[in-house]
């Protein structure tokens, strides 16, 4: 009856601890790309890169660049879009 206890106090003891911890991303760098093709033959391509670190208060800091790109079947009718950001 003892262990029963003992395992109830534990689990409840590592539910609490795990809600407490904060899910911040691992600073570094990332980089996705993702490609798609719609029913009429474009390509959708989105390059998204982003840069984490954290000062010496450990406060997270970071950027991202995405470029994405529409490329419709055809010739010299390709569109560009770049945008920067930053985390704060």
Known sequence: MKAIYLLSATTITIVLIAGCVENRPAPGKYETTNVA???????????????????????????VDKKSTTDPKGLFNKSTTESHGTIK
Do not use: E, L, Q
């Not at 033959?41 to 982003?50: A, M, Q, W």
């Open 37 to 63: 093709v719609d029913a009429n033959g474009t390509v959708h391509k989105t390059n998204k890169k982003t840069n984490i670190y954290y000062d010496k208060n450990g406060k997270m800091h970071g950027s």
